[in-house]
């Protein structure tokens, strides 16, 4: 059986990302065997979002799922007027920290940083607004409350006054549709 050049690419490149998740000599994902890789845990699943007075008013839905053998958080969102925004999130072991990346219409944020305690993750970096071609800071907590939601409290800097502003302030809670983890 003869294969063609770009399904030989493929193959080869599947093997290479399948051998470069695991540690020399053995199967297992890399990733899997890392405590680090396992801190945003508590955010894995199919949520109902809320915002407003006592979290009252439900904002959106987000699902949040692993991929790539562990290695990496995918974050989907759609909120109540149906925009939508994408972010990925993975470990990266020589810098010892966080990274993410997150697109919706209109905006971009890049964001680093990690564990502050279990349960407790602070990113900190730059959001960027494309219409106006305005950078400036961006930092978001994530913590995961005892009795199974998720506070999401992001600031951005002011680019006038230099202050911090509440930019968003939702409560995660498990999704009545479909309960996974």
């Known amino acids: ?5 770009r399904t030989t690419a493929w193959v080869l490149l599947s093997i290479a990302c399948t051998a470069a998740s695991a ?27 809320y915002a407003g007075e006592d979290y009252g008013q439900l904002v959106g839905r987000n699902r949040i799922e692993r991929h790539a053998r562990g290695c990496v958080i995918e974050e989907n969102w759609l909120n109540a007027a149906g925009t939508d925004g994408v972010s990925l999130r993975y470990f990266d072991p ?69 202050e911090w502003v509440v930019w968003f302030d939702g409560l995660y809670r498990k999704s009545k549709d479909k309960e996974t983890n």
């Open 94 to 162: 020589a810098a010892k920290s966080w990274r993410m990346f997150w697109v919706s219409d209109g905006y971009s944020v890049e964001t680093e940083g990690g564990q502050l305690e279990p349960g407790v993750m602070l990113l900190e970096g730059n959001i960027h607004y494309f219409a106006d071609d305005i950078v400036t800071g961006f930092r978001v907590r994530f913590t995961a409350n005892g009795d199974g939601t998720v506070r999401q409290f992001a600031e951005q800097l002011d680019p006038k006054t230099s």
């Open 23 to 49: 540690e020399p000599g053995t199967t297992d994902p890399y990733c899997r065997g890392h405590a680090a890789f396992d801190q945003f845990d508590f955010w894995l699943g199919e949520w109902d979002v």
């Open 1 to 5: 059986m003869r294969m063609s050049m």
